[in-house]
């Protein structure tokens, strides 16, 4: 499948890896939009949030049970952080592979 994150999630392209399990993979996103900036992505393909479903939503509760830890491993859980998914065209999406972005080290002042 010709899936950018499927090819980082299967090692063919490079990442710099912040937290990995069976269900899921967390890397810094490769432009950066804070001065943290991590990318997570379920370790199956779902195209976007349109695709969850009772099947694969065990997924998205993996992303969400890790996300306060992986934001305590890299030291801004208790600042806060912000988490954001685009889903399809009008969301902004530009990898068609499920994704939550995880920001933090900085205060978020707009919406
Ligand atoms: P989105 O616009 O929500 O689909 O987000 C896709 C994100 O993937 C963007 O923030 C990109 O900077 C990021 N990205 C694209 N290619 C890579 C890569 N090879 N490694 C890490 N992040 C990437
Ligand atoms: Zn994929």
């Given at each position: 499948m010709d899936c950018l994150f499927c090819k980082i999630i299967g090692g063919e392209i490079p990442s710099t890896k912040v937290y990995e399990d069976d269900m899921l993979l967390a890397f810094r996103d490769?432009?950066?939009?804070?001065?943290e900036h991590i990318v997570i992505v379920p370790k199956t393909h779902i195209r976007?949030?349109?695709?969850?479903n009772s099947d694969n939503v065990k997924y998205i509760s993996a992303i969400w049970e890790k996300i306060p830890q992986i934001a305590a491993d890299l030291g801004f859980a208790e600042n806060g952080y912000r988490v954001i998914n685009n889903c399809g065209h009008d969301g902004g999406q530009t990898v068609e592979h499920l994704h939550f972005h995880l920001l933090g080290g900085k205060t978020f002042t707009d919406f």
């Open positions: 490769i432009n950066p939009q804070a001065p976007s949030a349109n695709e969850i």
